[in-house]
């Protein structure tokens, strides 16, 4: 199982049966909605329809997600976004209480899995990520799930290429996208007559898939007059972890809760440490392996593995 697989497969075990739905996303996806995009549209008016409808969207919020991942049972989740990167993710049971927990805000991004065999809240700066072990159990920060959510924008600025007709009524837009430890390509395809965002693919600096978003079902809010994916399949090849998010119904424009602590570092209580992955003593990754100490246990095979030698359940997951 892969590494951050094992992590997010425990929320996906769990069927969440609370949360009510929000208000106010109406409207069933529509082929025949009108063309936005002329028949040959140039970089410019792509950026101008992209950034357009996400530019009217500041945040998102819905108490009606289902999530789905292969092998899994389908889970609820609540979910919350406030550009530009304030993300909260939350499950939980009416039985248990709170099961998972991935956000962020203008500082940190963090998670937390409550049935972990050692549960601890891991939380990373934004600026301290690239050099940080948080990349090698998450592999973007949880802030690219607002891109992939459908809320992505071209910088008019940027390096791009395209736009280039793939067939399908589909068009290719490429983006070289800087980054802490060199250039990062970002793919994304677009609708050819109303803009919008189908794919997103983002590459590291040596042409690695880092993470893949797919969207469809896009439907309207005539209220703030934008469009919206209802499906978003996540997909991160280098974790072998898959996730598909069904926004039942989403508020647009209008978040619900107290702001502090909705994009605050969240206390589960003692037992629960908050662990810093930017720690430079922080050891994450396989350890070498626990010589034999028959001295000290001599015949025993009651020894839990844990006194048999280095590294916690962390520890475990990654080396697998």
């Not at 549960?119 to 920060?141: G, K, N």
């Not at 607002?146 to 983006?175: F, K, M």
Request: net charge neutral; aromatic share 6%.
């Amino acid at each position: 199982m892969g590494r951050l697989t094992l992590l997010l497969a425990t929320l996906l075990l769990v069927v969440c049966t609370s949360g009510a739905s929000c208000p106010g996303f109406l409207g069933a996806y529509s082929p025949v909605m009108p063309r936005v995009l002329p028949t040959t549209p140039t970089l410019a008016d792509v950026i101008a329809v992209v950034n357009g409808n996400s530019g009217r969207i500041q945040s998102l919020y819905t108490t009606d997600a289902e999530i789905y991942s292969p092998g899994a049972p389908k889970a609820r989740a609540n979910i919350a976004l406030d550009r530009p990167r304030r993300f909260r993710l939350r499950a939980d049971t009416m039985l248990t209480g709170p099961e998972v927990d991935l956000g962020s805000n203008d500082e940190i991004f963090w998670f937390w899995v409550r049935r972990a065999p050692e549960p601890a809240v891991y939380f990373c700066r934004h600026d301290q990520f690239a050099a940080s072990a948080a990349r090698q159990i998450l592999p973007v920060e949880p802030e690219w799930l607002i891109d992939a959510l459908g809320i992505a924008t071209l910088d008019p600025a940027g390096e791009h290429s395209g736009p280039v007709p793939v067939g399908q009524g589909r068009l290719r837009i490429e983006t070289r996208v800087p980054g802490a430890t060199g250039d990062l390509r970002r793919i994304m395809v677009i609708d050819d007559a109303r803009g919008w965002v189908l794919e997103q693919h983002l590459y590291d600096p040596t042409g690695q898939l880092l993470a893949s978003a797919l969207m469809s079902g896009h439907r309207r809010d005539p209220i703030n007059n934008v469009v919206l994916p209802k499906s978003v399949k996540i997909v991160w090849p280098s974790t072998k972890f898959e996730m598909t998010i069904e926004l039942n119904s989403v508020t647009v424009n209008q978040l619900s809760g107290d702001p502090a602590q909705l994009w605050s570092l969240p206390n589960y209580g003692p037992g629960t440490p908050a662990v810093d992955l930017a720690d430079p003593h922080l050891r994450i990754g396989p350890q070498a392996p626990p010589q034999p100490q028959p001295a000290m246990y001599p015949e025993r095979t009651d020894v839990p593995e844990t006194a048999r030698g280095p590294g916690g359940w962390l520890n475990r997951i990654m080396s697998r």
